[in-house]
């Protein structure tokens, strides 16, 4: 009596589930073995894929084969030969395995061959190729249905942070704004939109302030356009990427958006060349911007252990290089070093005056930045119609050109988002009183402010007002030129005589948006 192995499978939950399927499969494999005198010696139950025959079952079948060496039974036995395999390729490759190697024959009762025949290979090909095309034909409608879908705006898959995925009554799909991460995404947007704290610094504080979000989930999302109400079209065929305009509520606007970016990349690219950045504790505030007077790297910072087991924190460079100061005695002499720009008795008066001046003349100035910024949109255009040229000349590559015409579409778009922010603040009432008053009173007590502060906040004093890293010898800190701000306040302090000088150099102070 011959023996057989029915192999059984399904390919979805819920076919698994129900279970008819399987016990249909069961039912027919086993009333065939019956009329044909076979005993059944195994039965294999599959709920797996048949696009490769990497599947638990399967697998375990044959490393039973290498065991046993084919001895266990005669045939493999399926309905049908998609329920076999549904790649040709593949189910060529196993047939030979099975037939060769172990003396086993597969056999799909519906569809019976008798494969030591030649012409059987023929139709063979037929039954194995038709469930492969049903497969890619499946999956093709399921790339379009999904590529219409993001065309019309609707978000596909799992929600970003900040949102979450829900369902209408009607069944249709859609992501709404869930908070309180949404704020804490926007918040961590806002964060490395002002340049000073280091990405996944960024995603730390944000973790402490209740977001959920993995570190690698996070570098994705603040690179996610749908947090600005568009969902990104991949290239297909001939159509290249692009956006589309999202059905979903947009988190944070499109200039702080493309501004991260920028931020992002700029990063990426200083990154490359240096390799530096800094996550610190309070006593070690400094590291990462101070530069080694001996072999000009970047110096690090941490703890060294005393004779009495206590610790005490160094500023040092590499070990080869040596050089190694107290970071208690630098701290000190940064805190002397920010005293130069408290501003003198009764200067803070006119450092309030010249800023409410100044801002008197922002309309005029909000005019000329929209204008700078359509020149900037039609030198894009201007720039994309002389590649184009270049490009039927055959100067340059389709490839070139397509990576041309790409830097100037997302610059155009950076452009225009900026443009839409400063036409939506135009009109915006500000307190600029108050604000003045809150600078004024934070940079008299600078460097008691300072002091005083956490280690984020140190790091945001130092990064606002130092744009550069700068040399530290141990007695002095060799600091770079400030921002424009300071520049005047020491300006101020060392050689202003009359308001009117002050103004002339402080017209540009509130676009510098240095908060304090």
């Not at 049903?134 to 609707?154: I, S």
């Not at 290239?235 to 990427?241: C, T």
């Not at 460079?317 to 050089?323: D, I, Q, R, S």
């Not at 184009?388 to 389709?398: D, F, R, V, Y």
């Amino acid at each position: 009596m011959k023996k057989a192995c029915l192999y059984i499978r399904v390919s979805t939950d819920e076919q698994a589930d129900k279970g008819f399927s399987q016990r249909d499969q069961a039912e027919r494999l086993q009333i065939h073995c019956a009329k044909n005198n076979i005993e059944v010696t195994k039965i294999i139950f599959e709920d797996y894929s048949a696009k490769t025959f990497i599947r638990p079952e399967w697998t375990k079948l044959l490393i039973e084969l290498r065991k046993s060496k084919g001895n266990g039974f005669d045939y493999v036995m399926f309905t049908k030969w998609d329920r076999f395999s549904r790649n040709t390729a593949d189910a060529y490759q196993m047939i030979r395995t099975l037939t060769v190697d172990y003396l086993i024959e597969p056999v799909a009762i519906e569809q019976p061959l008798d494969l030591s025949v030649p012409e059987s290979k023929t139709i063979l090909a037929v039954y194995l190729s038709m469930p492969e095309v049903e497969n890619d034909r499946r999956a093709l409608n399921v790339t379009y249905g999904m590529r219409r879908a993001k065309k019309e705006g609707r978000w596909m898959g799992l929600a970003p942070a900040g949102y979450k995925n829900k369902i209408t009554e009607n069944g249709r799909k859609y992501i709404a704004i869930d908070e309180p991460q949404a704020s804490h995404m926007r918040w961590a947007f806002e964060q490395i939109a002002e340049g000073i704290l280091a990405t996944d610094h960024v995603w730390m504080k944000a973790k402490e302030r209740g977001l959920k979000c993995s570190r690698t989930s996070f570098w994705r999302h603040v690179t996610n356009p749908g947090y600005i109400g568009k969902v990104p079209v991949p290239a297909f065929k001939d159509e290249e990427a692009h956006l589309a305009d999202g059905q979903h509520e947009p988190l944070i606007s499109e200039s702080l958006f493309y501004r991260v970016q920028e931020i992002i990349e700029s990063r990426k690219r200083r990154f490359e060349k240096k390799g530096t950045k800094a996550v610190s504790p309070r006593s070690l505030a400094l590291r990462g911007f101070l530069i080694c007077p001996k072999c000009g790297k970047i110096m690090t910072g941490s703890a060294s252990r005393g004779r009495h087991k206590a610790y005490y924190p160094y500023y040092h460079c590499t070990a080869t290089c040596g050089a190694r100061f107290q970071a208690e005695k630098t701290n000190t002499l940064f805190e002397r070093e920010l005293s130069q720009y408290v501003p003198k008795p009764g200067m803070d008066e006119l450092f309030k005056s010249i800023i409410c001046d100044s801002y008197v003349d922002n309309g005029g100035r909000t005019f000329r930045y929209q204008n700078q910024k359509l020149e900037q949109i039609a030198e894009q255009n201007k720039r994309k119609s002389r590649v184009l040229e270049l490009l039927i000349n055959k100067t340059i590559s389709e490839e070139e050109y397509r990576q041309i015409k790409k830097e100037c579409e997302n610059a155009i778009l950076r452009h225009e988002a900026e443009l839409k922010e400063i036409s939506e603040q135009a009109d915006d009432d500000l307190n600029i009183e108050g604000l003045a008053e809150l600078a004024a009173i934070n940079l008299k007590n600078l460097p008691e402010f300072y002091a005083t502060a956490d280690s984020d906040i140190k790091r945001a004093i130092v990064g606002s007002i130092y744009p550069e890293k700068w040399v530290f010898d141990g007695e002095a800190h060799r600091t770079p030129e400030t921002n424009e701000v300071f520049q005047l306040i020491y300006h101020i302090n060392r050689k202003l005589g009359h308001k009117k000088s002050g103004a002339k150099s402080l017209k540009d102070l509130y676009s510098a948006k240095v908060h304090l």
